[in-house]
């Protein structure tokens, strides 16, 4: 499993291949954490400058091209509408600017110390794949759950068969001596009121999904939730079910910074961020995908981007790992996960067949998502404590784990609380404790002072 022979018939280790994953597992290795921004630009030249500056952030980085939204959903002909009339589109239209361009976009930026991942949120992902193979990439993320039940209304079904093909492709890389990494985003399933539990089943699934068809460079996701105790439980629990599960595979977890609604002041901004960045240093997570103050307003700058970078890098670098449950202890979100994906498992060995079963029968079933292949018996709250809990389990299998459920009504008002629980929390918060002096980048300006150097508009988050 550790080897392959590529058409040059010498065989080449996983390391000798090197690539994404293995970037950040040295980087691990050697003491640090890898943080990544979400930015994406229609402009090439705009890119690049994005890419340049993300490389030279003070921090251990990797590169991101996040695609537009014509992109995401196929609609090849309103982009050519929208770059013909020279309008800015909300990422990089990768299949549009074709690979000839995106490789002179790359050129002399993207390199072993320097890695890029293509991020999209699309259902229907063969042109993407497609492109970022002939432009020479080999790092994306996705799957056919994550990336088809928020975003729209393509079949689940459809997505399945989709991300088994896109995934068996993109694992011929392997056949020519590259390792392609596929990031899995089911731990961010809508971004907020999913109890951790299900987002630690559906990462640990897709990521399952991808081994089934050949990927064995894999990163399993987690989004910073409603509170830091629950959020280690669940990433304590990811690791143990990657560990227990893929045992052949190179596999690390990405934490995604708080992906609901956003605090509104930069201080409140600064730190949530804060607090996912000391979440990823005290999980072992090796690598974090940042946010930044506008998130609440509109797009980020690319200088805005590469602060919130800087000051995640500094406030891990000041922060200490934590010691997780043992092997043998059974936190509480580790035996919910573990049921759900055990049911899930069970239910076909075909591991595609067995995640569409699995939301035809509720055993997965994500509150609040209106999905029409998704039951929707399920609800969440957050409890005086600020921890996710069940409130309706609908039927997922876990009425002899799950104690204590309390049914109730969700008014919209209800609703728009929850939903605002962490932005109210966080603006409303005392200062950080870290000294915003002691945070500065290679220009020397403080990271919460930084002036945009970038329209604003000009990427995605």
Same mark, same amino acid.
């Given at each position: *499993? +550790? ?11 996983? =390391? ?11 980087? !691990? ?8 921004? $979400? *930015? ?31 992109? =995401? ?12 009339? @020279?309008? $800015? ?7 549009? !600017? @074709?690979? %000839? ?5 790359? +050129? ?18 063969? +042109? ?5 193979? %002939?432009?020479?990439?080999?790092? &994306? ?16 079904? %459809? ?63 987690? /989004? ?12 304590? /629990? ?21 992906? @609901?609604?956003?605090? &509104? ?56 790992? /934590? ?29 595609? $067949? ?74 409303? /918060? ?16 403080? *990271? ?14």
């Amino acid at each position: *499993m +550790n080897e392959i022979v590529p058409s040059s018939g010498r065989a080449v280790s996983r =390391r000798e291949r090197g690539g994404f994953g293995d970037f950040v597992l040295r980087t !691990h290795a050697s003491g640090g954490l890898v943080v990544q921004p $979400r *930015m994406g630009f229609s402009d090439p030249d705009e890119m690049r400058t994005g890419l340049i500056a993300t490389k030279e952030a003070s921090a251990t980085t990797v590169g991101t091209l996040t695609l537009d939204s014509y992109t =995401r959903v196929g609609d090849r002909e309103a982009a050519r509408r929208a770059l013909r009339a @020279g309008l $800015r589109l909300n990422g990089y239209p990768i299949v549009e !600017h @074709g690979a %000839e361009l995106t490789r002179l976009v790359l +050129n002399g930026v993207r390199g072993p110390g320097f890695p890029v991942q293509v991020r999209h949120g699309s259902a229907t992902p063969l +042109n993407i794949f497609a492109s970022l193979i %002939e432009a020479g990439l080999d790092a &994306t993320e996705g799957g056919p759950v994550s990336y088809c039940l928020p975003y729209g209304r393509v079949p689940l079904a %459809e997505s399945v068969r989709n991300w088994a093909r896109c995934s068996e492709i993109f694992a011929r890389l392997r056949e020519t001596g590259r390792e392609p990494h596929l990031e899995t985003f089911g731990g961010c399933m809508l971004g907020q009121l999913c109890p951790p539990s299900q987002l630690v089943a559906i990462s640990v699934l897709e990521a399952l999904f991808f081994y089934r068809y050949g990927l064995r460079s894999l990163s399993a996701s987690y /989004a910073q939730q409603t509170d830091p105790a629950q959020d280690r439980e669940a990433i304590f /629990a990811l690791r143990r079910l990657c560990a227990e599960l893929l045992p052949e595979a190179d596999w690390h977890v990405v934490v995604y910074a708080y992906m @609901g609604v956003y605090p &509104t002041t930069p201080e409140g901004s600064y730190k949530l961020l804060a607090r996912a960045a000391e979440l990823a240093v005290a999980t072992h997570s090796e690598r974090l995908i940042v946010k930044t103050v506008a998130e609440a307003h509109r797009i980020p700058t690319v200088a805005e981007n590469v602060a919130a970078l800087e000051y995640a890098a500094a406030v891990a670098a000041m922060a200490r790992p /934590a010691r997780g449950p043992s092997l043998t202890e059974d936190t509480q979100t580790y035996v919910e996960a573990r049921t759900l994906v055990n049911a899930v498992l069970n239910l076909d060995p075909d591991i595609g $067949r067995a995640l569409l079963r699995a939301f035809q029968h509720g055993y997965l079933d994500i509150p609040y998502c209106v999905h029409p292949d998704n039951r929707g018996q399920t609800r969440s709250y957050i409890d005086g404590d600020g921890w996710l809990r069940w409130a309706e389990i609908g039927s997922l299998p876990l009425s002899h784990v799950v104690k204590g459920t309390q049914p109730r009504a969700m008014t919209s008002a209800g609703l728009l609380d929850a939903l605002s629980y962490v932005q109210r929390k966080f603006d409303g /918060a005392a200062p950080s404790a870290i000294r915003r002096n002691d945070l500065r980048g290679k220009s020397g300006h403080m *990271m919460l002072a930084r002036s945009p150097a970038v329209n604003p508009g000009s990427g995605v988050s």
